[in-house]
């Protein structure tokens, strides 16, 4: 089965603190997200990735950027965290093959911003 | 623009009773349908999906869905329901391969003994 790794499950952080999400995924998926969960509000797109070195914009990209340099690794980044961040990040792949493309999720960040 | 509406933010159902969960989409054209599952402190599991096709889908611990064009819905029944089957449930669609998963709010399911 694929994994998808969060490796934190759990942060605390204090306002303008400088935050890295990491997300590593074991089976050569092409294709990375990030996205928000927050109650009554589903999950929201905040970025993702077709390929190494690339990256696009989702539907909440502000106050976040993404990096991708290698194909398992899709890292987020809170460049100044502020407490509106506060919330649970969850990193998915996927191997873009013909038919409805299934996301596998990770088990998600829960990050608190002080 | 494209939208997943799940009109119940939490549902509570006795163990044993059936259960219909509602999820509306807004774009004309079929898109690729879909119902995750998160239990709590877990991330999401896919349920079952709808390509084409047979428009009752069969998935995961008894659940089934019926994409119904005409009113742009895909609901997730299961017709008794268990303990363990609390947890919050996610409609998402997409529009073409490759596309961007688009979720609906949410539905949460309690299951009283």
């Known amino acids: 089965d694929v994994k998808v790794t969060q490796s934190s499950r759990y942060l605390v952080k204090r306002t303008g603190e400088k935050v890295f999400l990491e997300c590593v995924q074991d089976?050569?998926?092409?294709?990375m997200f990030w996205y928000r969960q927050d109650p009554g509000l589903g999950l929201r797109l905040i970025y993702f990735?077709?390929?190494?070195?690339?990256?696009e914009k989702g539907d909440i990209p502000e106050g976040y950027s993404v990096s991708r340099e290698k194909k398992e690794r899709f890292s987020l980044i809170l460049e100044s965290a502020s407490t509106n961040q506060t919330s649970m990040y969850l990193c998915a792949s996927r191997f873009p093959g013909s038919g409805a493309n299934v996301l596998t999720f990770g088990a998600g960040s829960r990050l608190t911003v002080l | 623009a494209q939208s997943v509406t799940q009109p119940d933010i939490h549902i509570t159902v006795s163990e044993g009773a059936s259960l219909e969960l509602r999820c509306n989409y807004s774009?004309?054209?079929?898109?690729?349908l879909f119902w995750y599952v998160q239990s709590p402190g877990q991330g999401l599991q896919l349920l079952l999906k709808y390509f084409s096709g047979d428009t009752l889908v069969q998935g995961n611990k008894g659940f089934e869905a019926e994409f119904k064009r005409s009113q742009s819905s895909f609901n997730l029944r299961k017709p008794s329901v268990h303990w363990s089957d609390a947890a919050e449930y996610f409609c998402a669609v997409h529009y073409n391969q490759g596309g961007k998963l688009i979720f609906g709010q949410g539905t949460e399911l309690s299951v009283k003994p």
């Open positions: 774009y004309g054209a079929t898109p690729y």
């Open positions: 089976m050569d998926h092409e294709n």
């Open positions: 990735s077709y390929d190494v070195k690339m990256k």
